[in-house]
């Protein structure tokens, strides 16, 4: 059983299209999180929901809106796509009183925008 | 939060032991070290943590000095498939819940035959 799943793995996508990427996590775990990571593979923190409430958000374009409809789901909604927002992004999970060791990622999302 | 500064690349060879050391200077009271590798194409993969003097599991080892402004990743014996980016973070737990773990560069280590 996959711990953290995303979907789709691969997105091919023009510029000015919205998608959307659906994470979930059968670990029973509190928090849920988004990570961005670019062409140079800096891992940069984008959302974090614990129990669907948002807690982290960072300096992030306010054409990406995450969603959590229960806390073993958190989706990612990309309006407007641009060119920079080519990267493969993470969902992870963790335990609520995790120190950072409890994190589980998923195997990424590689966006292409063209 | 504390930031961290580790080698950009290691090379090594098959069976060898890999030490890749992370500074961490303004690293506060409360947080962790904790080290996460990463295969391509895949997420990071936990590989151990540590508060203070040495850790070890059935992967790695971590040392960390009594100032913890320091820390250093042992791989014993290591073989193709550790050929992976590793990287160290210190982590600080959010009061609201969860962890906002930083990434730094990493290192990427390759292991040769």
Redesign the interface.
């Given at each position: 059983d996959t711990a953290?799943s995303q979907t789709p793995k691969y997105l091919v996508t023009q510029m000015g299209n919205d998608k959307s990427i659906k994470c979930e996590q059968n670990l029973g775990h509190?928090?849920m999180?988004w990570?961005k990571q670019d062409s140079k593979?800096?891992?940069?923190?984008m959302f974090?929901y614990?129990?669907k409430?948002l807690?982290?958000n960072e300096t992030v374009p306010n054409r990406f809106s995450p969603k959590s409809p229960d806390k073993a789901h958190l989706n990612l909604h990309i309006n407007s796509l641009e060119l920079g927002d080519s990267a493969v992004y993470?969902c992870?999970s963790?335990q609520?009183?995790?120190?950072?060791?409890?994190?589980?990622?998923?195997?990424?999302t590689r966006l292409t925008v063209v | 939060l504390a930031k961290t500064t580790q080698p950009i690349s290691m090379d090594s060879y098959e069976g060898q032991e890999v030490n890749i050391t992370c500074s961490h200077n303004n690293i506060a009271t409360n947080d962790?070290i904790?080290w996460?590798q990463q295969f391509p194409?895949?997420?990071?993969?936990?590989i151990i943590?540590g508060y203070k003097t040495k850790v070890t599991n059935e992967v790695a080892s971590l040392f960390i000095p009594a100032d913890r402004k320091s820390s250093t990743l042992s791989l014993p014996r290591v073989s193709l498939s550790d050929t992976a980016?590793y990287?160290c973070?210190?982590?600080l737990?959010?009061t609201?819940?969860?962890?906002?773990?930083?990434?730094g560069?990493?290192t990427q280590l390759k292991v040769e035959l």
């Open positions: 953290v509190d928090t999180y990570y593979k800096f891992l940069k923190i974090s614990n129990n409430e807690i982290i993470f992870a963790s609520d009183q995790g120190t950072g060791d409890g994190y589980t990622f998923g195997s990424g | 962790y904790t996460y194409s895949q997420g990071p993969r936990f943590q980016v990287y973070l210190v982590g737990r959010l609201g819940g969860g962890n906002k773990l930083t990434f560069t990493g």
